[in-house]
């Protein structure tokens, strides 16, 4: 991973921004095609307001999940070792590129077949036939609306999830708890977990078009879901870098996009 000693990597925080902003508006025509089929009426959608809206939100989040989640990464030898290398000059990883597809997509497999089983369970076994629009269950969105989204989340998410706050939350535990050698483990899974518990919650915000409120089963079915994807993004980030953890991210959303 990038040496804590290295520059400030200016051109790779620029680069994640500009990515995670771009990307933006790819998720409008997923949102729109869930509140096409959202039950109940819908306020009125103003295409411009909803552009503006978007770009704002994703500057809020990127902009100090980029810029600090690169500083405090860095603290704890982790980070965005291939964009570094390339973009600001910082030591190369010695495994290329390439290395880091197979277990992105190892993971993101694993997890999707998880997160259906865990979905299956909650429908046959427990009578949960509510919408899971986060493995894209039971939705009638076009494949193309949701391929879309597909394009934004892993970069906002990962930027936000991973690169900040379990950076973030992992190295305030080693600086808190003075952990060191073997040590680092302990704060590095803590964080993961509390990043991934995290990364399940702001999901459920998802099934408020279906239901509303939200139920504590529809709530606790959607962690369940999402959790250990969120589990194994963090591992791959922690072992392979915030490159890894985006491609992994991207391959779950096609795989249970497919399914």
């Not at 290398?85 to 390439?98: E, F, I, K, M, V």
């Not at 504590?216 to 870098?241: C, K, S």
Request: some cysteine.
């Amino acid at each position: 991973m990038v040496s804590e000693t290295c520059p400030y990597p200016w051109r790779t925080f620029i680069f994640l921004v500009v990515a995670g902003t771009l990307t933006g508006p790819l998720v409008i025509p997923y949102l729109l095609g869930l509140l096409a089929i959202a039950p109940g009426p819908q306020p009125p959608v103003l295409l411009r307001s909803l552009i503006l809206s978007g770009f704002i939100e994703n500057l809020k989040y990127l902009l100090p999940g980029a810029g600090i989640g690169l500083w405090v990464a860095r603290k704890i030898g982790l980070g965005a070792p291939y964009l570094e290398g390339w973009l600001d000059g910082a030591p190369r990883p010695a495994q290329p590129l390439s290395s880091i597809v197979w277990p992105a997509l190892f993971w993101a497999t694993v997890t999707a077949i998880i997160a259906f089983g865990i979905d299956a369970f909650f429908r046959y076994a427990l009578g949960v036939t509510t919408p899971a629009p986060e493995i894209h269950a039971r939705i009638a969105v076009p494949w193309w609306r949701s391929g879309l989204a597909s394009l934004w989340a892993p970069w906002a998410e990962e930027i936000f999830d991973r690169l900040f706050l379990l950076s973030l939350l992992a190295w305030l535990g080693m600086k808190l708890f003075r952990i060191s050698g073997e040590g680092r483990w302990i704060a590095l899974w803590v964080a993961n977990v509390a990043t991934a518990l995290f990364f399940g919650w702001y999901h459920i915000s998802n099934e408020e078009l279906f239901v509303n409120p939200v139920s504590f089963i529809v709530a606790l079915r959607t962690v369940l879901i999402v959790l250990p994807a969120g589990l194994a993004f963090g591992w791959i980030y922690i072992r392979r870098g915030l490159e890894a953890a985006i491609l992994s991210h991207f391959f779950i959303d096609v795989i249970v996009l497919l399914m």
